[in-house]
T-cell receptor
Framework: GQNIDQPTEMTATEGAIVQINCTYQ??????LFWYQQHAGEAPTFLSY??LDGLEEKGRFSSFLSRSKGYSYLLLKELQMKDSASYLC??????????WGAGTKLIIKP | GAVVSQHPSRVICKSGTSVKIECRSL??????MFWYRQFPKQSLMLMAT?????????EQGVEKDKFLINHASLTLSTLTVTSAHPEDSSFYIC?????????????FGPGTRLTVT
């Protein structure tokens, strides 16, 4: 079956770095997405990886290893506003998104 | 960037009544729109894929007679929850693809919080 695994909750300190891991198993693969979702709001797009390697976008970076079925989202210089849920989603061979349950990130001062 | 709106943002209805949720792409034409449901602390669950001018494709376990989807134009899709029950209370989110911008990215609406009493 298709499955996405990511930690349920993580805690980090303002100004620090945090890495959120995601492993996936899908029928075919057309890319890995990371979304940010604040409580009561819809997800907002952060990144898309389809090739192996690291993609850097400001304070956020995303990494993909297709052979390992693994991705991570790296957040640097954490700010209080980064407190949110981070959703990992893999696109399968039908171009459908398979969603993880999300990782709730708590930032402490 | 592409903008998707939803209306209403919140709705409370009585058990047994029907509720319509609208999803609009404001600055692009969306041939495909998606409807998701999200329960508290759970993942997004795809309910159906809506294609303009044709019948929606429903995911397994989603009752098509209960969740009516209409995609009558390239900028509007509607989800009607018929004979709503308290267990239908959830956060409903639509998304759309803008083929002019990206083949893969989905742009999400702000969501609709449905509470059935």
């Amino acid at each position: 079956g298709q499955n996405i695994d990511q930690p349920t909750e993580m805690t980090a300190t303002e100004g620090a770095i945090v890495q959120i891991n995601c492993t996936y198993q899908t029928s075919g693969f057309n890319g890995l997405f990371w979304y940010q979702q604040h409580a009561g709001e819809a997800p907002t797009f952060l990144s898309y990886n389809v090739l192996d390697g690291l993609e850097e976008k400001g304070r956020f970076s995303s990494f993909l290893s297709r052979s390992k079925g693994y991705s991570y989202l790296l957040l640097k210089e954490l700010q209080m506003k980064d407190s949110a849920s981070y959703l990992c989603a893999a696109m399968d061979s039908n171009y459908q998104l398979i969603w993880g349950a999300g990782t709730k990130l708590i930032i402490k001062p | 960037g592409a903008v998707v709106s939803q209306h209403p943002s919140r709705v409370i209805c009585k058990s047994g009544t029907s509720v319509k949720i609208e999803c609009r792409s404001l600055d692009f034409q969306a041939t495909t729109m998606f409807w998701y449901r999200q329960f508290p602390k759970q993942s997004l669950m795809l309910m159906a894929t809506s294609n303009e001018g044709s019948k929606a494709t429903y995911e397994q376990g989603v009752e098509k007679d209960k969740f009516l989807i209409n995609h009558a134009s390239l900028t509007l899709s509607t989800l009607t929850v018929t004979s709503a029950h308290p267990e239908d209370s959830s956060f409903y989110i639509c998304s759309a693809r803008d083929p002019g911008q990206s083949d893969y990215e989905q742009y999400f609406g702000p969501g609709t919080r449905l509470t059935v009493t």
